[in-house]
């Protein structure tokens, strides 16, 4: 009985584990994709 108890909370807190973490790379993606123009811009110039 206690393992039901605790199912749905640990349920949200998975979910909000996911959505942080999706958060995080896609951060990291427009990091990655601003260093690579960057990087384009002074190569140009």
Known sequence: MKIS???PIA???FAFTLV???N???GVGRDV???A???EDTVKN
């Open 20 to 22: 942080a973490c999706a």
């Open 11 to 13: 349920i949200v807190l």
């Open 37 to 39: 123009q960057a990087v």
């Open 5 to 7: 108890r605790f199912a």
């Open 33 to 35: 994709k601003g260093t």
């Open 24 to 26: 995080t790379v896609r």
